[in-house]
């Protein structure tokens, strides 16, 4: 009589045990799992903001006009991802630009990185997006191609 209660005490606390601990292990993958899509749409939003500025590069670069100011206004861009801001900066390497990151504003660490190509210098611009006129840009001056991020008047 002893051995069938002791298993059933056994499985009846297993059991027990399981559905207190289960919730904490999914809401950890849960949040992985958030964050790794945040990071994917952050990264197709870099992709984007590259994609334009190195076509407006090569625009550009196709001209003998000394002097040219190319913008292209950004209209696929959200106004945020997962409920947050984000912030999209042209980093540099010397001057030249070398990749566009887009990370959520207040988290650096959840980011989104696409290279440039090469050539392009950068005008040390940054923008927090707060709303649909964001604007990327391609300036030829005498000093070589600049590369930028701003928002539309």
Not at 20 to 42: G, K, Q, S, Y
Not at 43 to 66: G, Q
């Amino acid at each position: 009589m002893a051995a069938p209660v002791i298993s059933h005490l056994i499985c009846s606390i297993a059991l027990i045990a399981l559905i207190l601990i289960l919730p904490a292990f999914f809401a950890i993958e849960r949040d992985n799992v958030a964050e790794e899509l945040t990071i994917r749409e952050l990264t197709e939003i870099s992709d984007y903001t590259s994609n334009t500025l190195e076509n407006l590069f090569l625009l550009a670069n196709s001209t003998n006009t000394k002097e040219l100011d190319i913008t292209k206004e950004l209209i696929y861009l959200p106004l945020t991802v997962e409920g947050s801001p984000y912030v999209l900066r042209i980093s540099s390497v010397n001057g030249s630009a070398v990749q566009v990151t887009a990370y959520l504003e207040g988290k650096s660490q959840v980011a989104g990185v696409s290279w440039l190509v090469p050539g392009v210098k950068a005008s040390g611009s940054s923008l927090l997006v707060r709303n649909y006129t964001v604007v990327a840009g391609c300036t030829r001056n005498a000093t070589g191609f600049y590369a930028w991020i701003g928002e539309s008047d």
